[in-house]
């Protein structure tokens, strides 16, 4: 992502609704297993681990890897000891080693996002299970994305194809961010327009410091998202997520 941002990113991610609702979603589809070998790919400050080590998963067996120096600094000053710089494409651990991966927004950054899954594969245990989350439609791309250096949005189909062509039998996969998805729309194309009028804004991600209130009001409703997932599908959402295993 670019250095400009990256800096904002590390501001906002213990804290910003976004963020968190994130976190508590991913932990949701992990929860039962944090005793487990986890791997978090793209890691960031390490906001996901701190919040395993929170629910008691065991230090030793938190791993974390981004291609940030910044982001491996931050996890290292928070003793987070065993997280390190690492091109997510070509993981150095051996073969089976992690019974949990995580990789929350990480794939659409990688140009060759079937090499990473291979790699990804190689490094799950028979039986583990992984939690990949990605941004969802192209018809939604934005400066956001540009900003982020991402290479790809995905429809649900897609993220399905890629991690079973490599291997994984999906066990569950769908749609999140389902409460804002139209807002996102409304606001995408509203920026669209202003572009064609000639409006270019030197930063324009969607990520940036909010109200308290209205952090506080998106949080709770994400949270209450959240909550019905573990009932029901959503059709579409701003993301798109699997939850797969290695047979």
């Not at 991913?26 to 906001?47: A, H, P, R, T």
């Not at 990480?106 to 990804?120: F, G």
């Not at 897609?158 to 606001?187: C, T």
Request: some cysteine.
């Amino acid at each position: 992502m670019e250095k400009k941002f990256e800096k904002i990113y590390h501001q906002l991610e213990k804290s910003h609704w976004w963020f968190k609702s994130r976190r508590e979603v991913v932990y949701n589809f992990v929860k039962g297993f944090e005793n487990k070998k986890v791997l978090d790919i793209g890691c960031s400050g390490g906001q996901f681990l701190e919040l395993l080590l929170s629910k008691g998963a065991l230090k030793e067996n938190l791993y974390g890897i981004d291609i940030s120096q910044k982001g491996v600094e931050i996890c290292l000053k928070k003793g987070l000891l065993n997280c390190q710089v690492m091109d997510a494409t070509n993981l150095n651990f051996p073969i089976g080693f992690f019974q949990i991966l995580i990789a929350s927004d990480c794939l659409e950054h990688i140009q060759n996002d079937e090499l990473a899954l291979k790699s990804w594969y190689s490094a799950t245990a028979p039986g583990g299970r992984i939690v990949v989350f990605v941004p969802a439609f192209r018809f939604l791309w934005s400066s956001h994305d540009d900003y982020n250096l991402h290479f790809r949005r995905y429809t649900n189909s897609e993220l399905r194809k890629k991690m079973e062509a490599v291997g994984f039998r999906v066990i569950r996969s769908g749609y999140w961010n389902f409460f804002l998805f139209f807002p996102i729309v409304f606001v995408r194309f509203f920026k669209r327009i202003l572009a064609k009028l000639g409006y270019s804004p030197e930063m324009d991600s969607d990520l940036k410091p909010v109200n308290p209130l209205v952090n506080f009001f998106l949080l709770a409703l994400l949270r209450f998202e959240n909550h019905l997932l573990k009932f029901i599908d959503f059709p579409f959402g701003a993301s798109t997520f699997c939850i797969a295993q290695k047979v």
